[in-house]
């Protein structure tokens, strides 16, 4: 069955310090990859996306993300992060096999920032 | 500005009752969909739906069903709700290019079932 894993479940880091959350995935196919943000107290917000072209991707709020096809890897990044990054971050793939487009979801990192 | 409605913040039911979530949507999405939220776990999808009266389940549905009478609405039922379907529950929504744009999410029901 098609999984996604992200390695780190909890990341403390202080502002100012460098970000990069790891995510893999199982499928052998093509794949679309989300990178989900749930903040404190509010609903799942989309921080970026990859589905063709570039691989290195930029969302909102100063996030990126590179898809690695050789590592099956979609590795969220941001070089300066802020306290009010502190949320809960979740991966997530829709395999492109046109039958379908179930999201699934990587068991998400809680993003600790401290000031 | 585009939204999911869940009908309920927080809802406390007890062992055996019978539980509906209601779920809208305002955006003419095709797809619709359940998944419950439980730490170290992530999301994980119940049910999903990809036009009215259709219906699929995912990779947890036991225990669950769903009803989709009207496009804009999608509701999750617990049959016969047990201690471990508490849970936080969110619905989701997208169009028929999901796998492009992705899913636009609700704000979450906190169950507590006792």
């Known amino acids: 069955a098609q999984s996604v894993s992200q390695h780190n479940h909890h990341v403390i880091l202080s502002e100012a310090a460098s970000l990069e959350l790891g995510c893999n995935y199982s499928y052998g196919g093509t794949v679309n990859l989300f990178w989900y943000v749930q903040y404190p107290g509010q609903h799942l917000q989309l921080l970026l996306k990859?589905?063709?072209?570039?691989?290195l991707v930029k969302g909102i709020k100063g996030f990126e993300a590179e898809f690695i096809k050789s590592k099956f890897s979609f590795n969220l990044r941001k070089p300066s992060v802020q306290w009010s990054d502190t949320a809960e971050y979740f991966c997530?793939?829709?395999?492109?096999?046109?039958?379908?487009?179930?999201?699934?979801f990587g068991t998400g990192t809680q993003l600790k920032v401290e000031l | 500005d585009v939204k999911v409605t869940q009908s309920s913040r927080y809802l406390v039911k007890r062992t055996g009752e019978k539980v509906f979530l209601e779920c809208v949507q305002d955006m003419d999405h095709e797809n619709m969909f359940w998944y419950r939220q439980d730490p170290g776990l992530g999301l994980r999808l119940i049910y999903f739906s990809y036009d009215v009266k259709m219906k699929e389940k995912g990779d947890i549905p036991e225990g669950y069903s769903v009803s989709r009478e009207k496009k804009e609405r999608f509701s999750l039922i617990l049959e016969s709700a047990s201690t471990n379907q508490t849970s936080m529950y969110l619905c989701?929504?997208?169009?028929?290019?999901?796998?492009?744009?992705?899913?636009?999410f609700g704000s979450g029901t906190r169950l507590t079932v006792v």
């Open positions: 997530a793939v829709i395999p492109f096999t046109g039958g379908g487009n179930k999201l699934t």
């Open positions: 989701a929504s997208s169009t028929r290019q999901g796998e492009r744009y992705g899913y636009t």
């Open positions: 990859y589905f063709s072209g570039d691989p």
